[in-house]
T-cell receptor, first 112, second 110 residues
Framework: SQTIHQWPATLVQPVGSPLSLECTVE??????LYWYRQAAGRGLQLLFY??????ISSEVPQNLSASRPQDRQFILSSKKLLLSDSGFYLC???????????FGSGTRLTVV | GENVEQHPSTLSVQEGDSAVIKCTYSDSASNYFPWYKQELGKGPQLIIDIRSNVGEKKDQRIAVTLNKTAKHFSLHITETQPEDSAVYFC?????????FGAGTILRVKS
């Protein structure tokens, strides 16, 4: 069966520090991968999605970036965090356009 | 692009009553409409979905209806239980992306 792993679960980082969040999917190949951010426990904002290795689409221009170095690995990064980057970051995957998303357990990021 | 509006933002019901959450979407080309349940501190979980070639789908106490002409879809939960308390999100999309509603906080009072 397919599983999605996301880590770390919680992270406290100072303003100006770098960020790296990792997401991996097991049990499938060539998944569509997504990074979402959720502020204040409500709406889900799509940040990046990828349909294949090295293919990244950005939905919201900001100081975050994403990379997909391997088929089932999706990384969210920042060179310098801002206070406004605080939030709940969720990775998700889907097998194809006709299937639903499966979300990871999320990373609670607090920038101090 | 797609825009999804979700109502109400908060819903309180008595245990055993029904709950209805409604969403409207803007892009008539959207063809996939999932609903997610999110419990505190966890990622959203898919609870039911419907495609544009179907008008209604039911899974035990949960049902979803879709009106393509009016571009709205609804989640119906019958015989609500305390464990149904959570945040519920609708979404609409086609192709590679889904656009989510702002969420509904459902509280089931026992």
């Amino acid at each position: 069966s397919q599983t999605i792993h996301q880590w770390p679960a919680t992270l406290v980082q100072p303003v100006g520090s770098p960020l790296s969040l990792e997401c991996t999917v097991e049990g499938t190949s060539n998944p569509n991968l997504y990074w979402y951010r959720q502020a204040a426990g409500r709406g889900l904002q799509l940040l990046f999605y990828s349909v294949g290795i090295g293919q990244i689409s950005s939905e919201v221009p900001q100081n975050l970036s994403a990379s997909r170095p391997q088929d089932r690995q999706f990384i969210l990064s920042s060179k310098k965090l801002l206070l406004s980057d605080s939030g709940f970051y969720l990775c998700a995957w889907r097998a194809d356009r006709g299937s639903g998303y499966t979300f990871g357990s999320g990373t609670r990021l607090t920038v101090v | 692009g797609e825009n999804v509006e979700q109502h109400p933002s908060t819903l309180s019901v008595q245990e055993g009553d029904s709950a209805v959450i409604k969403c409207t979407y803007s892009d008539s080309a959207s063809n996939y409409f999932p609903w997610y349940k999110q419990e505190l501190g966890k990622g959203p979980q898919l609870i039911i979905d419907i495609r544009s070639n179907v008008g209604e789908k039911k899974d035990q106490r949960i049902a979803v209806t879709l009106n393509k002409t009016a571009k709205h879809f609804s989640l119906h939960i019958t015989e609500t239980q305390p464990e149904d308390s959570a945040v519920y999100f609708c979404a609409a999309g086609r192709g590679n992306k889904l656009v989510f509603g702002a969420g509904t906080i459902l509280r089931v009072k026992s």
